[in-house]
């Protein structure tokens, strides 16, 4: 039996999404979006890459949200991007008052779904998704990490010249500027960055351009695209997490997952490394902090918690 997956948003992820799903073969897909013609546009331009692609996969567009009943996977980019000079948080109350409906509508049309949250303020929306869908925790996750480590291993690959396949890294805490990439915990075809830098083959300050370049990875992409933010890249990240649910591949991934004293933080979203399977977040990977990461990550927390506590002023 094909897996239903629906994608709210049809917009530029939303669509980059529904291609990568058909390509790699993963569903039929149903494709929502409250702007009138441009999901059904998307759906049919996609089907007739079928015949070329060779896949058999249904895709429908719609602008109606009941089409979304029963489905097995369910991934949420609507709302609005950012403006250039915009932060995400400047998105926080048109973007809450989006999830909070679609949340509603997630619990009314398929409360057993796998969910995965996308829309910005990441960890805020994510954590309004949970609330107002009342899935168990561990069917709701939110993707940022696996982008903005991507978007590290893309850079140390290049400044280390070694392919980007060797670079093992992620990043924790919320999907803003204060995220903290974990540089003890980066390695290079099993050996760790540290003895990188020790032995002198790459300077601690190339690092830490690195890691600004990282944290301010979305935004130099928004600066240059002028129209929008990035797509291709989240989209990619996004399909990794539904097809580890889909596979039941058990993969490690750095997702937005409820933590419930998991890193001593209680009932809130942030980024963490976690295992997903066929049951969703499986387990949330604890890691030893040194005492500059343990102080990176209470500044990003800081951050996630204030914005879910202004979400829940705006939306109660
Ligand atoms: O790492 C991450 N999590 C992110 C998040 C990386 C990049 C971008 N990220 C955020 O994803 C971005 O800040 C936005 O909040 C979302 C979606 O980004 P995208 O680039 O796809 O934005 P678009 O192209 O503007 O598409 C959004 C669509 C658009 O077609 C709107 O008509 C639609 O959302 N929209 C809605 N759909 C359904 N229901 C409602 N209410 C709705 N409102 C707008």
Redesign the pocket.
């Known amino acids: 039996m094909k897996k239903k997956i629906t994608l ?7 669509g980059t999404l529904a291609h990568l799903l058909l390509i790699k073969k993963l569903g039929d897909i149903v494709l ?4 009138q013609g ?1 999901p059904q546009g998307k759906a049919l331009d996609l089907s007739q890459s079928s015949a070329v692609e060779g896949f058999s996969n249904t895709i429908q567009g719609s602008n109606d ?1 009941s089409k979304m009943k029963n489905s097995d996977v369910v991934i949420i ?6 403006k250039p000079g915009m932060s ?1 948080d400047d ?1 926080l109350e048109i ?1 809450g008052k ?1 999830i909070k ?2 949340g509603l509508d997630i619990k009314k049309y398929c409360p057993k779904a796998f969910v995965i949250c ?3 303020p ?1 960890d805020a929306m994510v954590y309004v998704l949970q609330k107002y869908s009342k899935l168990p925790s561990s069917k709701c996750v ?3 990490g696996i ?2 480590s991507s978007r590290m291993k893309f850079f140390l690959s290049e400044a280390l010249k070694v392919s980007i396949n060797d670079i093992q890294t992620f990043v924790l805490g919320g ?1 803003g500027d204060d995220m903290v990439p974990m540089v003890n915990h980066t390695t290079v075809g099993g050996i760790r960055l540290l003895d990188f830098i020790k032995n002198k083959k790459i300077p601690m300050s190339k690092i830490n351009k690195i890691l600004d370049r990282t944290r301010m990875g ?1 935004g130099e992409i928004v600066k240059l695209l002028q129209r ?4 291709y890249a ?1 989209a990619s ?1 996004a399909i990794q997490i539904a097809e580890a649910y889909l596979l039941d591949q058990k993969k490690l991934l750095p997702c937005a997952a409820y933590l419930n004293g998991q890193y001593g933080l209680k009932k809130m979203y942030m980024g963490v490394p976690v295992i997903i399977g066929s049951n969703g977040v499986e387990e949330i990977i604890e890691v030893k902090l040194d005492a500059n990461e343990k102080k990176m990550l209470r500044t990003s927390v800081k951050s996630v918690q204030g914005l879910v506590k202004a979400v829940d002023k705006i939306l109660n």
Request: proline share 5%.
């Open positions: 709210i948003g049809a917009g530029n992820i939303g929502i979006d409250v702007m441009m949200f980019t609507a709302g609005l991007p950012r995400r998105l973007n989006i409906k679609i996308i829309t910005n990441l939110g993707m940022a982008l903005d999907h979305g929008g933010s990035a797509f989240p990240s």
